[in-house]
Antibody, heavy 122, light 107 residues
Framework: EVQLVESGGGLVQPGGSLRLSCAAS????????MDWVRQAPGKGLEWVGR??????????EYAASVKGRFTISRDDSKNSLYLQMNSLKTEDTAVYYC?????????????WGQGTLVTVSS | DIQMTQSPSSLSASVGDRVTITCRAS??????LAWYQQKPGKVPKLLIY???TLQSGVPSRFSGSGSGTDFTLTISSLQPEDVATYYC?????????FGQGTRLEIK
């Protein structure tokens, strides 16, 4: 069974940093692209970014709203995905989900974690 | 970037009604379109992918259609448990984009 478990959320001041983790199990993590999606309180879903697999050189892509501030990485040996968030803004307050497609490179998401809440506030 | 626009933003219908939600892409995306259902406090659930393919385990009252720029999600007979917010998503290439959501309530 595919499982994705996020951690690392919490309260951080504007301008601060936070690192989220997503622990994966139940599938061959190294084969898959992995994405981060967020949802601000009471708002819709927003794609944050993606890391591709080793076969595609672990390349990453980001939403314009986070490019240059957020970095997605992965450690295939630990079956883990990470989101390093720097220069945080109040508008980054959201539940952050890691998500996976049905096969290695698909962009729709049958699999989601339960989410971790990030609150950016002074 | 391709924008996804859903209509209506909210909808109220009676149990047993046929409900249709529309999603329009600002550029053609072939059939790279998915629909999700999200109930309050829950994780989004994939309903349909490739515009019209029903995800395993999803009730057959849900269906999707469309290609190019115009897509629809239809619930053939609304049930109380279908109260949720529905999102479309285009996934042909990055950046992935979601529609703004349609909140569905029971009248």
């Amino acid at each position: 069974e595919v499982q994705l478990v996020e951690s690392g959320g919490g309260l951080v001041q504007p301008g601060g940093s936070l690192r989220l983790s997503c622990a994966a199990s139940g599938f061959t993590f190294s084969d898959h692209y992995m994405d981060w999606v967020r949802q601000a309180p009471g708002k819709g879903l927003e794609w944050v970014g993606r890391t591709r697999n080793k076969a595609n050189s672990y390349t990453t892509e980001y939403a314009a709203s986070v490019k240059g501030r957020f970095t997605i990485s992965r450690d295939d040996s630990k079956n883990s995905l990470y989101l390093q968030m720097n220069s945080l803004k109040t508008e980054d307050t959201a539940v952050y989900y890691c998500a996976r497609g049905p096969y290695d490179s698909s962009g729709y998401y049958p699999y989601w974690g339960q989410g971790t809440l990030v609150t950016v506030s002074s | 970037d391709i924008q996804m626009t859903q209509s209506p933003s909210s909808l109220s219908a009676s149990v047993g009604d046929r409900v249709t939600i529309t999603c329009r892409a600002s550029q053609g995306i072939s059939n790279y379109l998915a629909w999700y259902q999200q109930k309050p406090g829950k994780v989004p659930k994939l309903l349909i992918y490739a515009a019209s393919t029903l995800q395993s385990g999803v009730p057959s009252r849900f269906s999707g259609s469309g290609s190019g720029t115009d897509f629809t999600l239809t619930i053939s007979s609304l049930q109380p448990e279908d109260v949720a917010t529905y999102y479309c998503q285009k996934y042909n290439s990055a950046p992935i984009t979601f529609g703004q959501g349609t909140r569905l309530e029971i009248k």
